[in-house]
């Protein structure tokens, strides 16, 4: 039973910084892609970055290049997304994701275990 607890969201003014943190345990993730997705209200869960937990690749959505970082720290089994320069249309719900499948998955149907979730709200 693969366990991802998010940490980290809170409230912040645009311009400012945060970061998230997924704890993975459960099964040995290996090659396989890890991601963060997020959930705006009353929206549809997008994708924002995706990492490989061996080669450490990443990929990122156009609207997060440049202001978010994601990193993984393979001894603690742990997954960051660093975002800077944040923006009221971050606002969202983000979710760590962990697949089984791909080496590397920006699409929903490429995870197969999620998060509970963490808010993070960006005030103008």
């Known amino acids: 039973q693969v366990q991802l607890v998010e940490s980290g969201g809170g409230l912040v003014q645009a311009g400012g910084s945060l970061r998230l943190s997924c704890a993975a345990s459960?099964?040995?993730?290996?090659?396989?892609?890890m991601g963060w997705f997020r959930q705006p209200p009353g929206k549809e869960r997008d994708f924002v970055a995706t990492i490989n937990w061996s080669d450490g690749r990443t990929y990122y959505a156009d609207s997060v290049k440049g202001r978010f970082t994601i990193s993984r720290d393979n001894a603690k089994n742990t997954v960051y997304l660093q975002m800077n320069s944040l923006k009221p249309e971050d606002t969202a719900v983000y979710y760590c994701?962990?697949?089984?499948?791909?080496?590397?998955?920006?699409?929903?149907?490429?995870?197969?275990?999620w998060g509970q979730g963490t808010q993070v709200t960006v005030s103008s």
């Open positions: 994701a962990a697949g089984g499948r791909d080496p590397i998955a920006t699409m929903l149907f490429g995870y197969d275990a």
């Open positions: 459960g099964r040995t993730f290996s090659s396989y892609a």
